[in-house]
């Protein structure tokens, strides 16, 4: 299992995140995740996305469909392509 952890909160915050728990539907768990936290990096999301890679695609091209990058105190970040309801 793979805990997410918040350091935007003081205290730091842990939580349990499964994989299993989230839905099979491509947008439903893209919107799930950037409700949890606005913007991931590569490393951060790729456990929570690959599983919905098809034979010949990758966690790159996923993240092109469905998040917009950008780069934050020069680290490459995702973050949702359209609004997310919190």
């Known amino acids: 299992s793979l805990a997410l ?13 499964r994989v299993e ?8 768990r893209f919107n799930h995740l950037f409700t949890l936290r606005e913007k ?4 951060d999301i790729t456990p929570y996305i690959q599983d919905l890679c098809g ?5 790159g091209a996923l993240l092109t469909k469905y998040a917009r990058s950008s780069t934050q105190n ?5 973050n949702s ?4 309801a919190t």
Do not use: H, M, N, Y
């Not at 991931?40 to 490393?43: G, I, N, P, R, Y």
């Not at 034979?55 to 966690?59: G, L, P, S, W």
């Not at 392509?81 to 997310?84: E, G, I």
């Open 40 to 43: 991931w990096t590569e490393a």
């Open 5 to 17: 952890v918040d350091r935007g909160s003081g205290p730091d915050t842990i939580c349990l995140l």
């Open 74 to 78: 020069g680290v490459k970040v995702f």
């Open 81 to 84: 392509r359209r609004p997310v």
């Open 55 to 59: 034979a010949k695609q990758t966690t």
């Open 21 to 28: 728990d989230l839905s099979e539907d491509t947008q439903e």
